[in-house]
């Protein structure tokens, strides 16, 4: 667990540098329609960190019976307005319920990780396995926010990005 909290923290710093000093044009701008711009994933990794991988974690390790709340990340798109949400300030409330899941984190003496929820449809959800995909989600988000700025900078740049290797 020490190992997965310290990637935490160092994907705080890479969402920081990642998603700083953006202009509006480049967080609102889409690579077409149905993909998510740089203000939808920020408020979906505002929403997962809050209403999703630290509820369901504190929730296996206090009661493992218990059902995890539901959660509807594409309903919450629409449902939570994400393109109204001001970028900066979403930036600023992810970052600031990340560095609170650390402390909570680090505060956990001996946390049974191997409580399990059985998950109707995805079967049994240990701590452990909770952990590990949501430091997983990081990673697939930091990919997903990568592409989307190199993208970005191949349409307005109109340049041919061959030469910088294959991406």
């Not at 160092?10 to 509006?24: C, E, G, H, Y």
């Not at 979906?44 to 209403?51: C, V």
């Amino acid at each position: 667990m020490i190992n997965i909290i310290k990637e935490f923290e160092i994907n705080d710093a890479v969402f920081k540098q990642l998603l700083s000093q953006l202009s509006s044009k480049e967080y609102l701008w889409r690579e077409h329609e149905g993909k998510w711009n740089l203000l939808e994933v920020v408020c979906h990794l505002y929403d997962e960190e809050r209403d999703d991988f630290k509820t369901r974690f504190k929730s296996v390790l206090d009661d493992p019976d218990k059902p995890f709340p539901p959660i509807d990340p594409v309903g919450w798109v629409t449902d939570r307005n994400y393109s109204e949400q001001d970028f900066n300030t979403m930036v600023a409330k992810f970052l600031l319920e990340r560095k609170a899941s650390i402390a909570w984190l680090q505060s956990l003496e001996n946390p049974p990780l191997e409580n399990s929820y059985m998950h109707p449809k995805l079967g049994p959800m240990s701590g452990r396995f909770i952990l590990s995909n949501w430091l997983a989600h990081d990673y697939l988000h930091i990919r997903q926010i990568l592409r989307i700025k190199y993208n970005y900078l191949q349409y307005t740049s109109e340049q041919d990005l061959s030469y910088a290797g294959e991406w």
